[in-house]
């Protein structure tokens, strides 16, 4: 088992930044991907950036050059820059991992609201 503990969500007007953290504890050893989806209201959950252990990144088109994502396996903590951001970008986000069995975790969720 895998428990994701995140940190970082707010209220910021449209042009500014934020920086969620996400802390995973538990079977850590088994970690592959860490990540981070979104679901905004009326709106299914959708990728915005995942990690790979060796360092792969993917990240949505619409998050791209404004989102960093970054992890620091001895803090077991993945990063999620955020830049320039938009009303769009309001939604809840969740920390993802998913470990080398291909289990899925979820954190809690963290409030990230644009203002316009």
């Known amino acids: 088992q895998v428990q994701l503990v995140e940190s970082g969500g707010g209220l910021v007007q449209a042009g500014g930044s934020l920086r969620l953290s996400c802390a995973a504890s538990g079977s850590i050893f088994s970690i592959n991907i860490m990540g981070w989806f979104r679901q905004a209201p009326g709106k299914q959950r959708e990728l915005v950036a995942i990690?790979?252990?060796?360092?792969?990144?993917t990240y949505a088109d619409s998050v791209s050059g404004r989102f960093t994502i970054s992890r620091d396996n001895a803090k077991n903590t993945v990063y999620l820059q955020m830049n320039s951001l938009k009303p769009e970008d309001t939604a809840v986000y969740y920390c993802?991992?998913?470990?080398?069995?291909?289990?899925?975790?979820w954190g809690q969720g963290t409030q990230v609201t644009v203002s316009s």
């Open positions: 990690i790979t252990s060796s360092g792969r990144i």
């Open positions: 993802h991992t998913q470990d080398m069995y291909l289990r899925v975790y």
